[in-house]
Nanobody
């Protein structure tokens, strides 16, 4: 059974940083493309960043240069380092691997 458990969300002031974690079980992040998505109130879920099994990354234009996606093969955990956060980054952030989704973690950026 695949489980994805996100953590690390919270309330931060604009310009601050957070690191989200996605602990995976039942599936190896080393052999799958995984990613982070977010959904703001009243908006559709959107791609934030993806990381392929080969280590290639892709970012939404809105987060390029501020967010970094990475993974630990040892702990089978994916991360999203978020810096220079803006109020428009406020959303529920979801971890995704293939067709599996985590429960989401709330990120709120105050101005």
């Amino acid at each position: 059974q695949v489980q994805l458990v996100e953590s690390g969300g919270g309330l931060v002031q604009a310009g601050g940083s957070l690191r989200l974690s996605c602990a995976a079980s039942g599936i190896s992040l080393r052999v799958s493309t995984a990613g982070w998505y977010r959904q703001a109130p009243g908006k559709q879920r959107e791609l934030v960043a993806t990381l392929t099994s080969g280590g290639y990354t892709n970012y939404a234009d809105s987060v390029k240069g501020r967010f970094t996606i990475s993974r630990s093969n040892w702990s089978n955990t994916m991360y999203l380092q978020m810096m220079s956060l803006k109020p428009e980054d406020t959303a529920v952030y979801y971890c995704n691997v293939v067709e599996h989704w985590g429960q989401g973690t709330q990120v709120t950026v105050s101005s």
